[in-house]
C-alpha cells in the first residue's frame, strides 16, 4: 500500500506567521495570552499550550491586566485594540497581511461613503472571527451574506460595495456578484471586490487533483476548521472514500484492507506534523 501525503496541503502563510510569532514570544517567557484559538486545530493548539499559550476567550479578555495578548491571524476589530489599551495589554498582532489589508479596504469604503445610501456587503461565514475584524471595520453596519439565499436584505435602488471573506470560494464569489447585477435598479451603483485570498483558493484545484489519484483519502482538519469543511466538501465530490479525522484516535483501521493507494491531505489550518504523524501511525498498524 502507497501513502502520500499531500504536498500543498497544511498551513497557509498567515498561520504560519501566527504560530512563528507565538513560538517567539514563548521562547522568552513561558506565559502568552491568545484571543481565541491561535487555529482551529485542537491538536496544533495543544502542542502550543503545552509551551505556555493560553487560550481565552472575550469575556476573559474584558478582564486581563498588564499581560501579553497574541491577535490571530483572522484579525479583529478595532474595538478589541480599544479595549487591549484600556486594560494596560501588550499587543502581539499576528493578524494575516491579507486579512489586514481588506479590514483597511472595507474601513475607507466605509468612511468614504454615504450610510443612507450606501450598503457595505460582505460575503462570508456570519460570526466567524474574519468576519467580526471585517464588520468591525464598519461600525457594525455592514451587511454578511452567506449565500444566494440572503440576498433579500440588500436593497437595490441603493448603492452596495461587496467584498468577500479572504477564505470563501472564488466561484461562489462569482455566482453573488452576477445575481446582484441582475438586481441592481438605475437609482443605485455596484461596486464589487474579489478579496478573497489566492494561496487559499488555489487550494481546490490542487486538493482535487490530488484525491483524484488515490483510492481512500483522510482529511485531516479541526472539526470548527471553515476552509476544512469547504475543502472535504470539495474532496468528496471527487471521490466519495474519504474521511475526516480531527485525532489520530480516530482512525479505523479496518478501512486499509484491500487498498492499494493512501492520500492524507488537509485544511489551510492542518499542521504538517499531524500528517506526517498519521502517515507513520497507519505504516504501524497496518500490513503494507
Known amino acids: 500500500m502507497i501513502i502520500e501525503i499531500d504536498s500543498n496541503s497544511g498551513f497557509c502563510f498567515g498561520v504560519v506567521t501566527a504560530i512563528n510569532k507565538a513560538e517567539e514570544e514563548l521562547a522568552k517567557s513561558d506565559r502568552l495570552h491568545c484571543l481565541g484559538a491561535i487555529v482551529h486545530n485542537s491538536m496544533e493548539v495543544r502542542r502550543l499550550e503545552q509551551k505556555g499559550l493560553i487560550t481565552i476567550d472575550r469575556d476573559a479578555f474584558d478582564h486581563l491586566k498588564g499581560q501579553k495578548i497574541l491577535f490571530r491571524a483572522h484579525g479583529e476589530p478595532p474595538t478589541t485594540y480599544q479595549q487591549a489599551r484600556a486594560n494596560d495589554l501588550t499587543i502581539i498582532d499576528a493578524t494575516c497581511p491579507v486579512v489586514l489589508n481588506l479590514q483597511k479596504r472595507i474601513r475607507k469604503a466605509y468612511e468614504q461613503s454615504d450610510p443612507n445610501n450606501t450598503q457595505v456587503v460582505i460575503y462570508g461565514k456570519k460570526a466567524h472571527a474574519e468576519v467580526n475584524g471585517l464588520v468591525g471595520q464598519t461600525d457594525g453596519n455592514a451587511i454578511v451574506i452567506e449565500g444566494l439565499e440572503d440576498l433579500s436584505k440588500l436593497d437595490y435602488a441603493k448603492n452596495i ?4 471573506q479572504t477564505t470563501k470560494s472564488i466561484e461562489g464569489f462569482n455566482k ?3 445575481e446582484i447585477k441582475k438586481r441592481m435598479k438605475p437609482q443605485g451603483t455596484f461596486e464589487y471586490n474579489d478579496t478573497i485570498c489566492r494561496q487559499v483558493a488555489n487550494r481546490i484545484p490542487q486538493i482535487i487533483n490530488f484525491v483524484a489519484h488515490h483510492e481512500l483519502i483522510l482529511f485531516v482538519s479541526g472539526k470548527e476548521s471553515s476552509n476544512g469543511k469547504v475543502l472535504f466538501d470539495e474532496c468528496r465530490k471527487v471521490n466519495n472514500n474519504i474521511y475526516m479525522i480531527s485525532d489520530l484516535e480516530e482512525v479505523d ?7 492499494k493507494s493512501v492520500g492524507i491531505c488537509g485544511a489551510t489550518s492542518t499542521p504538517k ?3 506526517e504523524e498519521l502517515k507513520q501511525k497507519i505504516e504501524q498498524n497496518v500490513i503494507l
Open 161 to 164: 460595495r461587496l467584498f468577500s
Open 176 to 178: 453573488i456578484v452576477e
Open 253 to 259: 483501521y479496518t478501512i486499509f484492507e484491500g487498498v
Open 273 to 275: 506534523w499531524l500528517m
